[in-house]
């Protein structure tokens, strides 16, 4: 069963600083995307990067970046020069290359301190 | 020009009701989804319809029946609604089979029963 999990809850960061979200996944497949989603307190879910598995180049856009590691099955979220913007809760999601259910975490809540 | 569109963005409405929501996209994605996020934030998905044919149908009381007239389309019907139907209801969109298979989100119906 794919399952997906994010362990902190809720985390903080001050403002210009670094921060990272954990996520880990359980699957027995090879062929997956990973996405980080982004819901700020609008509530609209904003995709924020994405990973195609069979890539060993971790993504990155502009400040968020991801590591990627497929052995360990982790896919943890940076975020640099953290901005007052950023505060929301992020969402980490498995789908498997060829079928369309998408398997959500709980999700962290990230607070950004100025 | 928005992508995923849903109406509408607040229901309120009381016990034993029966309400509608519904959801268009303008992506061309071959695939919609429902999904079901509760007051701590889980994000669950409901259903998902691939070209009008249903393919993923969770767990979820006979008293939610989604409609897809055509591909752009997803309805989500909600029959005798109860208290634990409030929640706010997403409706989303992707491209499986071919592209990254990027999941894209309308802003979000909040329905509350009173």
């Known amino acids: 069963a794919q399952t997906v999990t994010q362990s902190q809850p809720e985390m903080s960061v001050q403002e210009a600083e670094t921060v990272t979200l954990s996520c880990t996944y359980d699957?027995?497949?090879?062929?997956?995307?990973l996405f980080w989603y982004k819901q700020p307190p609008s509530r609209q879910m904003i995709l924020v990067i994405r990973q195609e598995a069979y890539k060993q180049q971790n993504a990155t856009e502009n400040r968020f970046s991801v590591n990627f590691q497929k052995a360990a099955k982790s896919f943890s979220l940076k975020i640099s020069d953290s901005q007052l913007g950023d505060a929301a809760m992020y969402f980490c999601?498995?789908?498997?290359?060829?079928?369309?259910?998408?398997?959500f975490g709980s999700g962290t809540k990230l607070n950004v301190k100025p | 020009d928005t992508a995923v569109s849903q109406t509408p963005k607040y229901l309120v409405t009381q016990m034993g009701n029966d309400k509608s929501i519904k959801c268009e996209q303008n992506?061309?994605?071959?695939?919609m989804y429902w999904y079901k996020q509760d007051s701590k934030k889980f994000l669950k998905i409901m259903f998902s319809?691939?070209?009008?044919?249903?393919?993923i149908n969770e767990t979820v009381p006979n008293r939610f029946s989604p409609k897809s007239p055509d591909k752009a389309h997803l309805n989500l019907h909600i029959n005798s609604l109860e208290l634990g139907d409030s929640a706010v209801y997403f409706c989303?969109?992707?491209?499986?089979?071919?592209?990254?298979?990027?999941?894209?989100f309308g802003p979000g119906t909040r329905l509350t029963v009173t």
């Open positions: 319809y691939n070209n009008k044919e249903l393919i």
């Open positions: 992506l061309g994605h071959d695939t």
């Open positions: 999601a498995y789908r498997l290359y060829n079928f369309n259910k998408f398997y």
């Open positions: 989303a969109s992707s491209q499986v089979l071919t592209g990254g298979g990027d999941q894209y």
């Open positions: 699957t027995s497949e090879s062929d997956y995307y």
